[in-house]
């Protein structure tokens, strides 16, 4: 008896607290939620202050400098070592001093000094002479050196046109040349331009044993 009194108090408080709770949950359902705002102070930040003992990043890549020893050698006879022309690509060291070190100095057409003396190489000259209007023959005056195929030869100026001449070579010179079209209307005398010999000189340095 006493177990279904209990039972049905407990059954009657559950009843109760559920349709109280509904109650309560309408009316509150249009109730607007409970607004709330806070706002923490912040010191203010001085810039400048910060700026001033800020230090600044180096960016620039350090460099590393590489240092490297010379190593001078004396050398003791001054004779031990000397240049020697050639002209061309073929060249051999004399018996007196047959090692080539690998060391040259080269021109094309020009002369170029070895040991104080000039390799054979130097430009023919000559001038013309005109007779009635016309290229009448051309004079060398001097028939240079170190030719191996005859140069080219252009009359430049005078006034007139159509001049043309060849050169013929002997023993690396000019010895003669021959006016082909003596032009017409020169009024003057015209140059004689004759191209330069078309050879490569060399200063080659040999020794007398390995450095």
Do not use: W
């Amino acid at each position: 008896m006493k177990n279904i009194l209990f039972i049905s108090i407990l059954i009657i408080f559950i009843i109760y607290s559920c349709i109280r709770q509904k109650y309560i949950v309408e009316k509150f359902k249009d109730t607007p939620p409970i607004q709330s705002s806070f706002s923490i102070p912040i010191p203010p930040f001085d810039t400048n202050k910060f700026a001033k003992d800020a230090k600044p990043i180096d960016t620039k890549t350090k460099k590393h400098i590489i240092t490297k020893k010379i190593v001078t050698r004396n050398i003791s006879n001054s004779k031990l070592c000397k240049f020697f022309s050639s002209s061309g690509s073929n060249f051999t060291c004399p018996k007196e001093y047959p090692v080539f070190t690998g060391a040259s100095l080269s021109v094309k057409g020009d002369s170029i000094a070895c040991n104080g003396a000039n390799t054979q190489s130097k430009r023919t000259s000559a001038i013309g002479s005109i007779k009635q209007g016309r290229l009448d023959e051309i004079v060398i005056t001097n028939k240079g050196l170190g030719y191996t195929n005859p140069p080219k030869v252009n009359v430049i100026g005078g006034n007139g046109v159509g001049a043309s001449a060849y050169a013929l070579v002997k023993t690396g010179s000019v010895y003669k040349i021959i006016v082909t079209n003596q032009g017409s209307g020169y009024t003057s005398t015209p140059s004689i331009k004759i191209s330069k010999p078309n050879v490569v000189n060399t200063c080659n340095l040999c020794c007398k044993n390995e450095l």
